[in-house]
């Protein structure tokens, strides 16, 4: 089993829909249906002619942020790692994944909630485990890589995308970072966001539906005037079911090369574009 890619094998898709259905008051028979590739491809790509958002928000780490490729420079300073370091090429992917499955315990209720340095945090000791010399990490070398996670760097498109899109329209994180830290992201980064926004003010984490509420209650639209940039399907899904909009950015190295991405139209993606420069010609107004 490859546990770098980053689609979601089925039966984690089916306990997905399992935990949505759990989240919003929708039928399990409902969601499977969402899931589903649309008939056609071409819906996918004409939408935007009748698709008019007021304000757009964005998932970050993945979809505006690259974290592999600052992880694996990371991992190559550590003098445990930099021998091995093609070893640790799944690494990054399988963090994010890891972390992944709590936040969704988490947004799902089964778990309390904590901050999102916390959740990476306490995935990462078995994680090391997997890997020569992961348990040789000392205190300082877990925070460093830990520390990664505030120091992502935008993919090449991402700053003319959002300048674009900024012309036109409201445009804001929506993320299940910690505030402190994507405030330092953007800022670092001089990426021109109106707002900030992230599941840290309701103590919440997407899927959960309150992080997508936040969207309508902070940005004065109402949902459908939203829409939500990502480059993963289960945060679409979620926030279709809130009544936002949906765009699909899929990162295609996401998580290194050679991982296999699901980029099938599906039911619940209202727009598909290769970049967010794209997005913004697809959507833009003149």
């Known amino acids: 089993m490859n546990l770098s890619k980053p689609h979601v094998p089925q039966p984690r ?141 935008p993919w090449s498109d991402s700053q003319a995308g959002l300048t674009l899109l900024r012309k036109a329209f409201i445009v804001a994180t929506l993320t299940n970072a910690s505030m402190a830290g994507m405030i330092g992201l953007v800022k670092r980064e001089g990426l021109p966001f109106d707002a900030i926004l992230t599941g840290e003010l309701v103590h919440a984490f997407k899927p959960d539906p309150r992080v997508y509420q936040l969207a309508s209650e902070y940005l004065g639209f109402v949902p459908g005037e939203i829409m939500l940039v990502s480059a993963h399907k289960w945060d679409l899904m979620a926030a279709k079911r809130s009544g936002l909009l949906t765009a699909f950015v899929p990162r295609p190295f996401e998580n290194g090369l050679g991982t296999e991405v699901d980029t099938l139209p599906e039911s619940y993606i209202d727009v598909v574009a290769s970049d967010l420069p794209q997005l913004a010609s697809l959507l833009g107004r003149n």
């Open 13 to 153: 898709r089916r306990r997905f829909v399992q935990i949505l259905a759990s989240l919003s008051l929708v039928s399990v028979a409902a969601l499977a249906h969402g899931l589903s590739p649309s008939p056609s491809g071409t819906a996918m790509t004409t939408a935007h002619d009748t698709i008019r958002p007021r304000a757009f928000v964005f998932d970050m780490q993945g979809t505006v942020f690259n974290f592999y490729d600052p992880m694996m420079h990371e991992l190559a300073r550590l003098p445990a790692v930099e021998a091995r370091l093609q070893d640790w090429s799944t690494f990054p992917g399988r963090w994010s994944a890891a972390a992944h499955d709590c936040i969704v315990e988490i947004a799902a209720g089964r778990k309390p909630w904590q901050p999102n340095r916390a959740v990476y945090a306490g995935v990462l000791p078995a994680l090391l485990s997997c890997y020569p010399g992961g348990n040789g990490l000392s205190d300082d070398d877990r925070t460093r890589l830990l520390d990664v996670w505030t120091a992502m760097t």
